[in-house]
């Protein structure tokens, strides 16, 4: 099971890039766990500069606009 | 998929054809207008043909200036990412890391809802609270589409203008926070917070990559915003012919001393991207509003607004965000005074 975070206070994009990540790994079939992460501190604590920002099993993988459907699957193979 | 592919497998011919068919398609925009006004049951010389030869010119021409200026910005924002951005401003001092944070505030891609990471990613980096402003006041204030649309309706005198004056109020802004020494008016966790080494992330962008992110730009911000432009085209065709000429320059006007206060004070509580005030701007202007009071209503909607004070109390104190809502209108009013002076 893959550990997925969402870092991002709630904007359009961030809940879009939740969809985003839901529907890629439904239609993949791969188990993954989805949190959001919306405090303030603790995004900062990643590092990300920009928001929406992605982390899989503990590792910054993108951030900054809605991330690409390619993008996704690959982080999620 | 051809259409789809093509600019991936040769970026450089396909910008080629794409400047080409730009210039094509712009150089075309007045007989096709005219042609399209000729097509429907409308005498061409009534006021009513005359708007609609207006309204189908004029839309396309936003419509081609907006996604030619997008897309150009967002191939130009590909080579400035924020962590690039921090590493080249990490360790300036002075006045000149003021000006070098308010042009990169300009080409760096930004969003309102990534202020806070990206304010507290500079502080990390050691970059003074000056520097750092100079940045954030730049990036919304001067912005692809605001840039775009003046251009487009207003002539690229009137943009550059807008320009070199939104740099100007972002550079003296963030100089003179930074001569008063707030550090202390920054919130305890972000102080607290260790310091990061600024360094750029490795990996390389392809020319194919940055096409496609500006592809991403256009669909991004174009979809976004062009029912505003053609919602301001056509109050702008409407209100032509019913609202005498001269109805705001009583009010609004060079001779009124106190109408750029009052559009400063009226911008900052409203909050709207550039697109939803380019129409009232349109408006405005041509009823007989003063160009400097004008540009000092749009500056301080789109600089200066609540959401985003609210969103910055996060990491700045009260008092602090008091300054850097103070200083910047200041500035802004300065701009418009300086405007309706000298033109």
Redesign the interface.
């Known amino acids: 099971m893959k550990d997925v975070k969402v870092l991002g206070t709630g904007c359009a994009n961030c809940r879009a890039t939740v969809q985003r990540i839901e529907e890629a790994a439904r239609a993949k079939g791969v188990d993954i766990q989805l949190t959001k992460v919306e405090d303030m501190p603790s995004i900062v604590a990643y590092g990300v500069m920009a928001t929406p920002g992605v982390v899989v099993d503990g590792k910054v993988v993108h951030a900054g606009g809605v991330p690409r459907k390619e993008a996704i699957e690959s982080w999620l193979a | 998929m051809i259409a789809a592919t093509w600019p991936s497998a040769r970026p450089k011919s396909f910008l080629g054809v794409a400047a080409i068919a730009w210039l094509a398609a712009y150089s075309v925009l007045v007989p096709v207008s005219e042609a399209i006004v000729a097509a429907l049951p409308v005498d061409r010389a009534s006021h009513l043909g005359s708007a609609l030869q207006f309204f189908f010119y004029d839309t396309p021409k936003v419509l081609l200036l907006l996604t030619g200026v997008v897309f150009v910005m967002g191939l130009v924002n590909s080579y400035f990412?924020?962590?690039r951005t921090?590493a080249m401003l990490s360790g300036r001092t002075g006045g000149l890391g003021n000006v070098l944070a308010a042009s990169l505030g300009v080409v760096t891609?930004f969003?309102s809802?990534?202020a806070?990471?990206?304010f507290?990613?500079f502080v990390?980096a050691g970059i003074p609270l000056g520097i750092t402003f100079s940045f954030l006041i730049a990036a919304p204030m001067v912005n692809e589409v605001a840039l775009a649309l003046l251009l487009a309706l207003f002539g690229w005198k009137i943009a550059l203008l807008y320009l070199a004056l939104g740099l100007a109020v972002a550079i003296v802004s963030g100089w003179v926070i930074g001569r008063l020494r707030m550090e202390a008016h920054l919130e305890d966790?972000v102080r607290d917070?260790a310091r990061?080494q600024a360094s750029v992330g490795a990996g390389s962008t392809t020319l194919a990559q940055r096409v496609q992110a500006a592809f991403?730009a256009v669909r991004?911000i174009v979809g976004r915003v062009w029912p505003y432009v053609i919602a301001g085209i056509a109050i702008g065709a409407a209100i032509h012919g019913y609202v005498p000429e001269d109805f705001m320059a009583g009010l609004m006007g060079r001779e009124a001393w106190w109408s750029v206060p009052a559009a400063v004070a009226i911008g900052v509580p409203m909050y709207a991207n550039a697109a939803g005030i380019i129409p009232i701007v349109e408006a405005l202007l041509a009823k007989g509003a003063a160009l400097g009071t004008v540009l000092a209503f749009m500056m301080s909607v789109i600089a200066l607004s609540l959401p985003e004070m609210v969103?910055l109390r996060?990491?700045l104190k009260p008092r602090l965000i008091a300054v850097f809502a103070g200083v910047v209108a200041t500035g802004i009013l300065v701009v418009g005074y300086v405007f309706n002076a000298v033109l």
Do not use: M, N
Request: hydrophobic residues 35%.
């Open positions: 990412t924020p962590e921090r891609p969003c809802c990534s806070v990471p990206l507290i990613g990390q966790w917070l990061t991403a991004d969103i996060k990491v």
